[in-house]
Structures are given as C-alpha cells and as structure tokens.
C-alpha cells in the first residue's frame, strides 16, 4: 500500500495528537499544503514565521508535540527564533520546509529565496545547531524511514527537529506500511537493579537527612514529571517550593508548598527555608540567571539532588537514569512502605505578601498578588519574558491552575505567539477554561498581529498588557532615562477592532489605580472571557516585581564588592 510522502509525515504528526499545523504559505511549500487537510490536520495560517514558531511551541507544550510550515530560505531564517527557543526549552516540534525542486537544487541554479551562489545547504547546516535532528527527503524511498527516525529523537530528546521536503518530492508515492507501527512516545525504562540501588539511597537521605526539601523546577515540567513530583510532595510531607521556570509545577494549594526560590529575588523566609536544606530534591533543576535571581542561589551541590530527564545527579555522584522511572519507582516504594518520619510543619509564609496596601496608583507590588486572587482554577496562565514572568511569582497558583513562562531564551514577543498555539490546544484537548497572557508593551509589539488569529479562530483570550513607557528590566540593567529603552505610543483601544472588526472584543483600561483593576476583575461579565479582551494596564516608568528589585540589589552589591560595573548583565 502507498501513500503520498506529504500524507505520510502529516498522519504521523496526527498519530502524535498534531491536529493542527501552523504556518505561512509559501511557493515552495503551497503543494504540500494540500495535503495537511487531506490527512485529517487542521492549517492555521499566520501573519509572519515568528508567530507560527512561536505558537507551535504554545501548542507543544500543552499537548506534547507541536508542527509549523515555512518555505525555504526567508521563511525558515524567520521562524529560527522560535526554533531555537524550542530547542533550549525542551519543547518535541516538527518544523517542516518546503524546499526547492531536486533538479534546481542538482544543477545548482540560481533560484530566488537563495544567496544566490547556487548553493542550498546553508540554511540547513543552520539548523543543525537548533535541532535535534534534521534530514531533507530526497528519495521517497527512504522518506518514510528517515520522517519516522527524526520523529523518534524528537519525542525522545523532546527537542525540534527540521525536515525538508522539496516541491517535487511532496506528492511522491511512498510505502505506507510503517504507518501500522507506533512511533516511540515513551522512553526506554531504566536498568532495575541501578535504579533500585538509587532509590535505596534517597529514601536513606529521606528519612536520615534533618531539613529535606522538593524543588519543583522547570525541567520537571519540560520533563513530563509534574504527577511524580506532587505525588512525591504528598506522600513525604516534605517543604516543596519552586522556581521562576518551575511556576505551574507543583500544586500551591498544599499546605506543605513553601514558596518560590530564587535566591537573592525570593522572599527572606522561603530563602532561609531552602538554604538550610541538608538534602534539596531539586527535580529539573535549571541553573540560569534568570532562574536563580542571577546566580544568587546558595544551595551546595553537596546536598543537591539533581533530577534530569537522562540521569540524577547526587552530590557530585551521576547515575545515568531517567528521571521519570527513578520518581515513579522512589514514589511507589514509599506507598509500599511509608517513610520513618512525619510530615513537616511550615514555619513560615509562602506569599507574605499576598495582602499588598493599595496606594494611589497602580503598582507591580499590588499588581501580581491581585492577580493571584483572580486566578481559578482550570485556567491557563501564560508570563512574557521579564516583568510578567519575574511578577508571576508573586502571584498565588489554585488547584487545578497552570503557568508557563520562556526562562532561558528569554525572547520578548514570545508569550502572545505561544498563547495562540496554547489557548488551541487548549480547545481541542478541553483540559482547561481560560487562558490568561500577561505581557509588556514591549513584547506585544514585536508579535501584536497573533491578535488577528486570535480574532479569527475565535479563542478568546484575557490579555492584560503592562505599558510603563518601555522597557522596564532592560532600564534596570541599563540606561535608565536612554532613548533606546524608549517606545512608541500606541492606542491599544483600536488594536482588537483593527486586527479583527467582524469578531466580539473588548478592551479595558487604561487601568492606572488599584480601584479600577478590583472594579474589573470583580466584573462577571469580564471573568467569562466569553471574547477577546485586552486589559492596558498602567504602571509607573520604573516600577518591576519585588523578586526582580531584590535580586538587582543582591547583584549590585556583589558587582560593588567586587569593583564591577553594578549591571546585571546579559
């Protein structure tokens, strides 16, 4: 039996819970287009290659893989930004490039969307250092085998892959049988006999160590172990907390969840919780500068245990065992036998915070906690990279609510793209009710047109976006009052009914007092997000997140210690 080499990859995507693909049409990838729907996917065009990237990462994270389309050349070079994000993040994507015709490429001739030296292999060698794997289709008959291989490492290093597929191959017959064999969506178990000595270990430093700790990190989310971490968290009793990466993680309801570290950026109490630690479980630990308030962590690797998706790390001791089989096994040991030691008892305050004064006008300090308080459970919560992230922290998670921000890639204009792609894997999986972005003026600016898909797809969003005159965090580095950090004045009033007239929207704001964000989100109709709303909430020209000031002083300090600069670098 045959199929088309096109309906093959796209049935595979399908087989992996890909129901819709993004992207932006392109000559060298129009053909190929075609045959998306006649695999049973969904196509969701974009206003640029960024969004596509972007919301493809949305997509993946929430339903474990995500695919996009762009043309060869311009097309792919544009969507790098959201391919290399993927990549450091962890997130499984296929992003699929229409190619040139063999014969064009065989004859080197001088083909637009090139460099024109009759070269096509550069932006391919491009990709090679964000991807996972990558392969370009030119014999159908070993299409099949090379789609299903770069598929397998995808799902097994959950990374982006790149697959090129020309113009003249797309529509080839190819054999369909691999079709009938599941690709491989779970890892290999680990060997028992090594990963039974592990867990013999930890459950000695479970019941042996005075002060353990669980660390719910970013990788553990990246990594497919948020059920073995709360479940862990549970059954010990133990002080769990997490990170700016980690938000989402753990389950804050408990009465065991200790707050959110970031060294120097967290508050004093949970600080002094975790840097007593004699054993720290810290489950996908992510040692950046972004997630340890610039490197002003004080946890030793000596009491560290480091859980990673390929191995866990005691002390200085590494076990090359996955990190899913050793929580799952440690988990089901302690259900057979409960630990020799009782639940501990919080001595401390997770958000002492969370009950800020309201002043005059509208403060981050007020800002996040308020939040917090809107947020319900089964709701979606998306941070953009800087103010809104380092603000999430403040901001208490219920039951059943979930984050995510971009930490390590850090690229502004990131959240509003991967909201789209989120908020419609959201809609075909039904798991959760609303999605919320909080982003900056900043960011929005650089991905502003994923409004018109929103609009059109009819997802409805909550959008509250902070407009304090710039860039926040990059004044806080550097160039306080320079132009640079300076942006446009936009009328974020007209934004929704020019990206989309036809389509229910509303906008709120500008809300510049703590009695106008109360007055809004005590409104029902608003807490419906029954259309598309955009919030312009407005703050002071310096004001930033309590655990972004604390951690700039940490780190001004150390500089002036040190005779630096007293930037923040980066």
Not at 211 to 230: K, L, M, Q, T, Y
Not at 355 to 367: G, I, R, S, V
Request: aromatic fraction near 10%.
């Amino acid at each position: 039996m045959s199929i088309k080499l096109g309906n093959y990859l796209f049935t595979r995507l399908k087989q992996l819970g890909v129901n819709t693909v993004f992207g932006v049409p392109g000559d060298y990838e129009l053909a190929l287009l075609d045959l998306i729907g006649e695999s049973g996917v969904d196509f969701s065009g974009n206003a640029n290659e960024l969004i596509a990237s972007y919301a493809a990462d949305g997509y993946g994270r929430v339903k474990g893989v995500g695919a996009f389309v762009t043309t060869f050349g311009p097309g792919e070079l544009s969507a790098y930004c959201g391919h290399a994000g993927a990549y450091t993040e962890h997130v499984p994507v296929a992003h699929i490039i229409g190619y040139p015709g063999r014969p064009a490429m065989e004859n080197h001739t001088l083909m637009h969307h090139t460099l024109g030296t009759g070269e096509f292999g550069m932006y391919h060698e491009m990709a090679k250092h964000i991807s996972c794997d990558t392969t370009i289709l030119l014999d159908p008959k070993t299409a099949p085998n090379e789609i299903d291989r770069v598929l397998n490492t995808m799902l097994y290093e959950s990374r982006p892959v790149y697959i090129g597929v020309p113009v003249d191959v797309s529509h080839l017959e190819v054999d369909a049988s691999g079709l009938k064999t599941p690709l491989k969506t779970i890892l290999p178990p680990n060997d028992t006999t090594k990963e039974n000595e592990l867990v013999s270990q930890l459950r000695t430093l479970l019941e042996q160590k005075r002060n353990p700790i669980i660390i719910v990190d970013g990788n553990a989310i990246r990594g497919g172990v948020v059920n073995e971490s709360r479940e862990l968290a549970e059954l010990t009793g133990l002080p769990c907390f997490t990170t700016c990466m980690g938000k989402g993680g753990p389950d804050e309801s408990t009465p065991n969840f200790g707050g959110v570290y970031q060294g120097a950026g967290s508050y004093p109490d949970v600080a002094k919780a975790v840097e007593a630690s004699d054993a720290v479980f810290w489950i996908g630990n992510v040692q950046t500068d972004f997630n340890t308030g610039e490197f002003t962590e004080n946890v030793s690797e000596d009491v560290t245990i480091d859980f990673q998706r390929f191995f866990v790390r005691v002390g200085k001791t590494q076990r090359d065992l996955k990190m899913l089989y050793v929580l799952r096994a440690l988990v089901q040991s302690i259900k057979e036998k409960p630990l020799a030691r009782s639940a501990s008892k919080l001595t401390w305050e997770a958000y002492p915070e969370n009950d800020p004064k309201p002043e005059a006008a509208l403060t981050q300090d007020y800002l996040w906690p308020t939040l917090g308080k809107f947020f319900r459970p089964g709701d979606f919560i998306i941070g953009e990279t800087g103010t809104s992230a380092f603000g999430l922290t403040a901001a208490i998670l219920p039951k059943g609510a979930t984050m995510y921000n971009q930490t390590v890639f850090g690229s502004i204009g990131y959240a509003t793209g991967a909201a789209l792609g989120a908020l419609k894997a959201i809609r075909e999986m039904g798991n959760f009710k609303r999605l919320i972005l909080c982003t900056g003026e900043g960011s929005l600016h650089l991905t502003v047109q994923t409004f018109a898909d929103f609009l059109k797809l009819e997802l409805n969003p909550i959008i509250f976006v902070l407009n304090n005159d710039g860039y926040t965090v990059e004044r806080l580095i550097h160039g306080r009052d320079a132009f640079y950090n300076q942006l446009p004045y936009w009328d974020y009033s007209k934004l929704a009914p020019a990206f989309g007239p036809r389509f229910p929207q509303a906008y709120h704001g500008p809300i510049d007092t703590p009695e106008k964000l109360d007055t809004l989100l005590a409104d029902e109709g608003f807490a419906k997000a029954d259309r598309f709303q955009l919030v312009e909430l407005k703050l002071g020209y310096l004001d930033a997140p309590l655990s972004l000031r604390l951690a700039a002083s940490a780190v001004e300090e150390f500089n002036k210690r040190k005779a630096g600069d007293g930037s923040m670098g980066g």
